[in-house]
């Protein structure tokens, strides 16, 4: 019954959204405040009939309707309520449902917000816009009803796979869809300032924020992906180039790229076409994220049921709107995006470019690294899988150019900079050799290209710490850029000096790694309201006789029936303890992993400061630094 | 000047002719991908192979290497089942494997197939560990090699690795009275 009127008011959505097309088409012509106001109108009940399809869905799972097939795939009884209600987006239909809930949010968001703009920009990129709402709701109510009802209905649900129920995954979802749906109206903007010929400093301006809002909560979802892939998969990693994690990294390079090229168009009014190509290319990523994990066609050989008519039709609605764009930017090219000024050598807009031109270096190695499997396999059968090595091998020799010219670029000026030699300069490289100096003294590294890539590295963060203190400065890009130089830093620390031993021991056995012994005391069984687990519980005396406690468990879930690991974590400022027991079959042994790896919190914390300088910039109101 | 504005507007039709063919090479492509029978088997082909192809892989606790042709030659015959713990016909077949790991001319050598280690582990110990060796194939690629459909699929074999029997899909009684018919002869 309620998931009735959960499918209904979907469908009534569908029904406004095609009203609101209408009235804007009809509004462009003529000039109609009344219309106006009735998209509006529309706008506002398109979002709230999703609104209503979004609480019946969570009601459902809240009260455990399992006449409800979503709820009865994906939920169980005992389930605790947060992650009932989590439970949601853990599913193919569900998170649909939160893409549409973002996506007709936003749209009136930028109605609502941009009542100072041309009144025909913001008609085309509602036009725009809603092209896209039609297409995910028919999606939705065609391959993926989320209320599909069961008869008879059964007493119990099947449960959420225990590895979702994680509250880092469990945010991840919404947080993440934020960022991407965000590119949707990025995407329709360009497209509708394309068409009215409105690409200019003012569009580029109010353009931003949405770019630093997608900018921004793209790098949360992918930092909490991270996190979870870190403390629930149990492998001591936090990015695997797995093509899941890198069709969310290549709409954040493209991103990346538009968010220094758009400060350009604002402040010069330059690279007018590469903008608008950039804004396409993001959204296009966004949605070919969404064909390649929804569609299944990443896995060549696997048993889940997948529907291909899923996979077919997002593939066409991707392929109709790169079509779309395509033809938009050829007829409209020309006519409004003439570039006439010249740039000069020496000047922030060279910089902005050659940042451009890495980000689309290193897009281009993901989507082909993550892509070129499939064409393969298409046209000659053969499979191939592409794993870190490959990344590696391309990007990193890549990062050393990239971070020198990260660390000069932002000193340039607009239009021209003029190259004048100073003092400071030799100080910069005598205290970057200092630093370089002990720091590859005390890891006693011998690589040459990662005493180089630490010495790049010490030089943009200290070129960069001095520019907090210059007056008029951006202190939000200084952040940002801080934060991402000690990314780097801390991965590369982190996967140069991490340690790992694996044993089968007994409990009351102890083994020594590097400086600590670890012992292994006792067991102990603990029981949840889901799982019950078995507890290790560690010693770990490092050589100042400090003891550290660990309690590594394996938890078996009750529906569905599954183990997994946790791993103890013991989090310090210089390196994390980690370890993780499994049980051996027939025998006294557990197996256990332990492994130190040190700046893993900097990560965290790195990334971190990226998104404080993204959040500062979305609310900063000074906006004319030089 | 209107002879370049010519040239230039037939470079701009000549470039979109090009993105468009590429365009829909890529959906193409694609949707091949989409459509494709997602079950292949290079060397089963026709079934003309007879023997298993030799290869190592590591074992599934230890990490250590493993030679197939060296552990083969332990027993006159071995079954090689393909397994992977998120499948869930493999939980259905495990009692099965299990009632054949106690025949003397037989042994059972596990491949898990694109699995997580822990995961892994984890289902050997819930649902018990039919295999004389567990072998770990992470990134599946000795499995497709073998000509594997998917998860799970079973191969006896004989010392020589000459294929007696290949099951595509979880074992039933029925496989298992053959494959007893075919230790006994």
């Not at chain 1, 003529?30 to 019946?56: A, G, R, W």
């Not at chain 1, 968010?259 to 076409?273: A, W």
Request: proline fraction near 4%; aromatic fraction near 16%.
């Amino acid at each position: 019954m309620l998931s009735n009127v959960g499918f209904l008011s979907l469908f009534f959505g569908l029904i406004s959204s095609f009203v609101v097309f209408l009235y804007s088409v009809l509004n462009i012509k003529k000039n109609s405040l009344n219309l106006e106001k009735k998209i509006y109108k529309f706008l506002t009940l398109q979002f709230f009939f999703v609104v209503i399809s979004f609480f019946i869905l969570s009601y459902s799972f809240f009260i455990s309707d399992f006449s409800n097939a979503t709820v009865y795939n994906n939920s169980h009884s005992t389930k605790p309520l947060f992650y009932k209600i989590t439970g949601l987006w853990g599913n193919h239909e569900g998170s649909l449902l939160l893409w549409l809930l973002v996506l007709t949010s936003f749209i009136l968001f930028f109605f609502f917000n941009s009542k100072n703009e041309i009144k025909n920009f913001r008609l085309y990129t509602v036009i725009f816009h809603q092209i896209i709402v039609i297409g995910f709701f028919i999606f939705v109510l065609k391959t993926s009803n989320p209320f599909d009802t069961l008869f008879p209905i059964p007493p119990e649900g099947l449960g959420l796979n225990p590895i979702l129920q994680d509250p880092a995954l469990a945010i991840h979802p919404p947080i993440l869809y934020v960022g991407y749906v965000g590119t949707s109206i990025i995407f329709a903007s360009a497209l509708a300032a394309m068409v009215t010929g409105y690409v200019n400093s003012i569009w580029a301006k109010n353009l931003k924020k949405w770019v630093l809002i997608s900018w921004t909560f793209l790098t949360g979802g992918i930092l909490l992906g991270s996190i979870w892939a870190y403390y629930e998969l149990g492998w001591g990693g936090f990015w695997f180039w797995d093509p899941v994690e890198n069709i969310s990294l290549m709409p954040w390079l493209s991103l990346t790229a538009l968010l220094h090229c758009i400060s350009t168009l604002e402040k010069r009014d330059l690279l007018k076409s590469w903008s608008i190509i950039l804004c396409i290319v993001t959204f296009m990523l966004s949605i070919t994220g969404t064909f390649l994990v929804r569609s299944g066609i990443l896995n060549s050989v696997h048993t889940f049921a997948n529907d291909p008519s899923r996979g077919i039709y997002i593939l066409s609605f991707l392929f109709i709107l790169i079509f779309m764009s395509f033809v938009i930017f050829f007829i409209f090219e020309s006519k409004n995006l003439e570039n006439k000024k010249q740039i000069f050598f020496l000047s922030k807009e060279t910089s902005v470019l050659i940042n451009n031109w890495f980000m689309i270096y290193f897009l281009s190695v993901v989507l082909i690294g993550t892509v070129y499997p499939i064409f393969l396999d298409v046209i000659t059968s053969e499979k191939i899988s592409v794993g870190p090595p490959f990344y590696n091998k391309l990007l990193i020799p890549f990062l050393v150019p990239f971070f020198l010219f990260m660390s000069v670029g932002p000193s340039m000026n607009w239009i021209k900079t003029n190259l004048k030699f100073k003092v400071s300069y030799i100080y910069y490289f005598l205290l970057t050799s200092i630093a370089t100096g002990i720091t590859v003294y005390f890891l006693s590294q011998k690589n040459l290209l990662t005493i180089i890539l630490i010495f790049s590295l010490f030089f943009l963060i200290i070129k960069t710490l001095p520019n907090f203190l210059k007056n008029n400065t951006n202190n939000s890009q200084n952040l940002s850029h801080l934060g991402f130089a000690m990314l780097m830093l801390s991965i590369l620390f982190n996967s140069v000096t991490s340690t790992e031993i694996i044993k089968n021991i007994k409990v009351g056995d102890s083994f020594i790694s590097k400086n600590e012994k670890i012992t292994f005391k006792k067991v102990r069984t603990e029981e949840e309201k889901n799982y019950s687990s078995i507890i290790g519980i560690f010693e770990i005396k490092n050589n100042n006789n400090e003891i550290i406690k660990l309690n590594p468990a394996i938890r078996i879930y009750n529906q569905p029936v599954v183990a997994t690991s946790e791993a103890a974590i013991k989090t310090t400022l210089f390196k994390d303890r980690f370890i993780t027991i499994n049980l051996i079959k027939d025998e006294q042994l557990f197996n256990v992993r332990y492994q130190n790896k040190p700046f893993m919190i900097w990560i965290w914390i790195s990334t971190l400061i990226i998104i404080f300088g993204g959040t500062f910039a979305i609310f900063s109101k000074k906006k004319n630094y030089p | 000047m209107e002879a370049h504005l010519q040239f230039l507007a037939k470079k701009k039709i000549t470039l979109s002719f090009l993105i468009i063919a590429f365009l829909v090479f890529c959906f193409l492509i694609l949707n091949k991908a989409l459509n494709k029978d997602k079950t292949y088997s290079p060397i089963f082909q026709n079934e003309k192979a007879t023997y298993l192809p030799n290869f190592n892989l590591p074992e599934l606790f230890s990490s250590n290497e493993i030679v197939l042709s060296e552990i083969i030659k332990e027993r006159e015959f071995s079954l090689i089942n393909i397994w992977a713990s998120w499948c869930v016909p493999c939980r259905e077949e495990n009692d099965l494997l299990k009632s054949l790991s106690n025949i003397s001319s037989l042994q059972n050598i596990g491949i898990n197939y694109k699995d997580k280690k822990k995961n892994s582990i984890n289902f050997l110990n819930d649902y018990g560990n039919p295999f004389k060796y567990n072998l770990a194939d992470y990134n599946g690629t000795e499995s497709i090699n073998l000509g594997a459909y998917g998860v799970p699929e079973t191969f006896l074999i004989n010392k020589n690795r000459k294929i007696l029997l290949k099951i595509i899909g979880p074992i039933d009684n029925d496989h298992i009275k053959k494959i007893k018919e075919i230790i006994n002869d």
